[in-house]
């Protein structure tokens, strides 16, 4: 009897054991983690035709908080190419300067301009529409009879249509559109059908007159709305607000286009910064895939090549 017991006792520790490896085989074993997929950031690498025995050309734009100028060597096909450009300030928008101050600092441009090389028949003066609206053109006219230049005023329809033409390159017409974010006002601009449309909304000062962000936003992103879906697989855009963006990747480099982070990758620490943010993530929407910052371009330098057409 106490052997059988025994026997019986081994066997049921040999049953036992090979129960807890059974068990053990059929543990599910956690499974490594899948491998993140890493979105890259598009790039835009397309590289501007060089103008072909081209000739200097500039203009002197006179905007509601800048006073600046561009150089560009132009061909007659409508190629460009930055050659200098100077900023200053203006401060309509502030009523800070006085027309007398301003008048100067367009005399001392002149010169800079003419000193470069450019023939001053070449020289241009225009205003933006911003400007346009807000001060007397003829009264500052008035004051520029010795410098032999006269300021032509520009719409915010043909500043929308001028920075298409300096920005867009012709091989993207058909499925891009273009924001200019000034500080009196955003232009949004595309081709459609052989011409050119354009919407104009508040600017990246709307702050100012106590326009709220919501109002702002519901608009910028109903004249995106206009836009035709083609015309949105590119989004270029112009504007001293867009470049505060991305100043850090422009700044020692020697590239014309930046591709822009999302906005929520972006600072708001101050008014102007949070305002333009706010327009960028109104115009933020599917199916745009790059929104392409032209550190070069802008409605001004679109004026000039106009004038080769």
């Not at 009264?139 to 298409?164: F, G, M, P």
């Not at 020692?252 to 982070?261: A, E, I, Q």
Request: charged residues 25%; negative net charge.
């Amino acid at each position: 009897m106490k052997l059988f017991i025994k026997v019986c006792f081994i066997f049921l520790i040999l049953l036992t054991s090979c129960g807890v490896k059974k068990s053990s085989k059929e543990e599910t074993k956690p499974r490594p983690p899948k491998e993140q997929a890493v979105l890259e950031k598009p790039s835009f690498d397309y590289q501007p035709r060089v103008p072909e025995n081209g000739e200097l050309n500039a203009v002197i734009e006179l905007g509601s908080l800048g006073l600046n100028y561009f150089i560009v060597e132009i061909d007659n096909d409508g190629c460009w190419q930055l050659e200098r450009s100077s900023f200053g300030r203006s401060n309509f928008i502030y009523g800070v300067n006085t027309n007398a101050e301003i008048i100067a600092n367009i005399k001392a441009f002149k010169n800079e301009i003419v000193n470069y090389g450019v023939n001053p028949k070449n020289i241009h003066l225009i205003a933006s529409s911003s400007v346009v609206k807000s001060e007397d053109i003829p009264a500052l006219n008035s004051q520029l009879t010795d410098v032999s230049l006269k300021i032509e005023s520009i719409n915010a329809a043909d500043e929308a249509r001028y920075a298409l033409l300096a920005t867009v390159p012709r091989e993207f017409i058909d499925e891009s559109f273009i924001v200019d974010i000034g500080s009196g006002n955003t232009k949004l601009a595309w081709v459609e059908k052989d011409d050119t449309l354009s919407v104009e909304i508040h600017g990246s000062k709307y702050f100012l007159s106590e326009v709220q962000d919501t109002t702002v936003f519901r608009e910028v992103r109903d004249a995106l709305l206009q836009v035709p879906e083609k015309n949105r697989n590119l989004c270029f855009m112009l504007g001293g607000m867009i470049f505060e963006f991305v100043k850090g990747e422009v700044e020692g480099s020697n590239d014309r286009y930046f591709v822009l982070d999302p906005p929520n990758e972006y600072p708001i620490d101050n008014e102007k910064l949070k305002a333009a943010n706010v327009i960028y993530n109104a115009l933020y929407l599917e199916p745009t895939f790059s929104y392409i910052f032209d550190r070069d371009s802008n409605f001004s330098i679109g004026y000039l090549v106009s004038q080769k057409q």
